[in-house]
């Protein structure tokens, strides 16, 4: 354990590309399911894409009946309970690939495989999980997870639903309202969360649905929304419902704790889930340009246009390079606690845990990417694109509840800082000594040596290691300024993060184009490489612009002029890339090829 790197240290060590593990190392057996589930999406659901749009619940509950024949609902549940047992790099894989076509089914695979599934599986009694495993993952019966009501959103453990004991201790009786509710309308298996009492936090119980005998389950009409439209989601409402005291999920007043590592899960799946749409629609946007002739030419020999394919694969690239480095070191975390003598279900909660500030990071960039790229998609296609008679408009609207769902995007902002100091605090983290060291070298008279830039990429691994020492410089500031209410200044936190994702994924895409380099060659990997140094020239403009906002807002007088010295040095290039002639390489690269091809 001690050699893996943990959650949060990348910030204070040097990663190298052996650590990390990229698409093209994936196993035969990784390809061939990869191969199936392209294979499904492109026969089951990309030919009915637009009954989507419909409203039709019905094809999303058939399309996810079809998922679990295929083995698709329980990649990394073990085979004794029904699943395949494949690990999370699986897990992520069929994630990304199997939301390509349309958020509808994307969410309900998200919120079946995720948040309906894996509560039960990570803290579910032996009996429990033995019940409820084989039946989800087959597709038999789906899961639905009932935390959100109206006055408790982002403050999740605020809920207003009761668990009353009945006078023979034998059940609890549930009363309440959830809301926004993913697949409500065809679930059969619930994880209700509600208080006990006036306790201090919730607790987790499971509630077997059946229609015949509604057991004071009532349901709203589904919800009229701006995207994912044949999503079932519904307001569900619980009057005297009564649940077996043996139906409590673990222990009574763990619910926060179920729907906080839940979210876990679900934020780093939720950037796979944006992976697959993202290519999809950079790769009929590029078909698009290509055959569209304004001026006597495909629109994509324009620079314009050129400029918006580069990006857009530019920051699909990186989300793929930072969600499968994450995937992999959960893996290995996993893994290694498993032979460490963990149980299955121990080994799953501390690994998810530990990596809760990567899980965010990609939440938030994957997200972000997906509405960037099909916002981007629209545009190119012009007035068609604004038009439901082609697939751009559709997939920008499903697009934005990725921002929303899972914590918003915000909230996993604020996370990201308030999660990597308390493991600084905890002492999991030492963040105290390189920031102390960052802050003395301020003083320090900077070298104008001559450097040797020859090797691959070490130029821009220079610089992101200067842009390490800028946000520990900020946050050193940050955290010695106002200490414990540190959390009141909200902005100043979120300019923060901003660096500290720029950081992550910034160092996800350099090793990924390197790791590529060095399997192939530089020549085979020019593209990755280009993307690799466009989204550094552009993270480095971020960590500049926000980290001029936190110093202007916590220093003064010459502390101030010091620190925008510090940052000035920790931002600059020694050699100026040019983003404008690397925008041409990558976009002549995915015009050339008629798609999106790395």
């Not at 246009?305 to 290995?332: C, H, P, W």
């Not at 099909?374 to 012009?382: C, R």
């Not at 500049?544 to 010295?565: C, H, V, W």
Request: a negative charge; hydrophobic letters at 40%.
């Amino acid at each position: 354990m001690s050699k893996a790197i943990k959650g949060g240290e990348f910030l204070v060590r040097n990663v190298s590309k052996d650590e990390i593990f990229i698409t093209e190392e994936f196993t035969e057996e990784q390809k061939m399911m990869k191969e199936a589930v392209i294979e499904f999406i492109d026969r089951e659901v990309w030919p009915v894409k637009e009954r989507f749009e419909e409203k039709d619940y019905a094809l999303t509950e058939e399309l996810m009946r079809k998922a679990g024949e295929m083995g698709f609902l329980g990649v990394s549940i073990p085979e004794k309970y029904g699943g395949i047992g494949m690990g999370f790099v699986s897990t992520m894989l069929v994630t990304d690939y199997i939301s390509a076509a349309t958020g509808s089914l994307a969410t309900a695979y998200g919120a079946h495989t995720g948040i309906g599934t894996m509560p039960i599986f990570l803290y579910g009694t032996e009996e429990q999980k033995e019940k409820h495993l084989p039946i989800l993952t087959a597709g038999d019966k789906f899961g639905a997870y009932c935390l959100t009501e109206p006055g408790a959103g982002s403050d999740a453990n605020s809920g207003k639903t009761t668990a009353t004991l009945s006078e023979d201790g034998k059940n609890y009786l549930i009363n309440g309202q959830k809301m926004w509710i993913s697949n409500a309308g065809f679930a059969e298996i619930f994880i209700v969360f509600a208080r006990i009492e006036d306790d201090k936090n919730i607790t987790g119980f499971l509630l077997e649905y059946d229609k015949d005998n509604p057991n004071g389950v009532s349901f709203g009409e589904e919800e009229k929304k701006l995207g994912i439209t044949s999503s079932s989601t519904r307001q569900v409402f619980f009057n005297d419902t009564v649940i077996p005291v043996e139906n409590m999920l673990a222990d009574r007043g763990q619910g926060f704790k179920i729907a906080l590592n839940s979210l876990n899960v679900g934020r780093i799946k939720l950037a796979a889930a944006c992976l697959d749409a993202s290519r999809r629609t950079l790769t009929e946007a590029t078909r698009y340009a290509n055959e569209r002739i304004q001026f006597k030419q495909p629109i994509s020999n324009f620079g314009a246009i050129q400029a918006k394919l580069a990006e857009m694969s530019t920051r699909t690239f990186v989300i793929d390079a930072g969600s499968y480095r994450a995937a992999k070191d959960i893996q290995n975390y996993i893994d290694a606690l498993l032979e460490s003598g963990k149980t299955h279900q121990d080994a799953e909660l501390e690994a998810f845990s530990e990596y809760a500030i990567e899980a965010a990071i990609l939440k938030v960039y994957g997200s972000e990417t997906s509405q960037f790229v099909t916002d981007e998609g629209i545009q190119i296609f012009g007035g068609m694109g604004f038009s439901k008679e082609t697939p751009m408009e559709a997939a920008w609207r499903d697009a934005r509840i990725t921002r929303i769902y899972e914590g918003t995007n915000e909230i996993n902002r604020l996370l990201t800082i308030g999660m990597l100091l308390k493991k600084a605090m905890r002492g999991e983290i030492d963040l105290m000594t390189p920031a102390m060291e960052v802050g003395k070298s301020l003083m320090s008279i900077p070298s104008f040596e001559a450097k040797d830039y020859s090797e691959l990429l070490s130029e821009e691994k220079e610089l992101l290691e200067k842009l390490k020492k800028a946000f520990l410089m900020i946050a050193g500031k940050a955290v010695e300024t106002y200490g414990m209410e540190l959390e009141k200044h909200q902005q100043l936190i979120l300019a923060a993060a901003e660096v500290l994702i720029e950081i992550y994924m910034a160092e996800s895409a350099l090793l990924k184009a390197e790791k590529v380099a060095d399997l192939s060659s530089e020549g085979e990997a020019s593209g990755q490489l280009a993307m690799a140094k466009l989204n550094l020239y552009n993270a480095v403009n971020i960590v500049s612009d926000k980290g001029k906002e936190a110093i202007l807002y916590f220093a003064e007088g010459d502390e101030q002029r010091m620190m925008l010295m510090g940052l000035k040095r920790f931002t600059k290039y020694a050699n100026m890339p040019n983003p404008i002639q690397l925008r041409k390489q990558i976009a002549k690269i995915v015009i050339e090829n008629n798609k999106y091809c790395f």
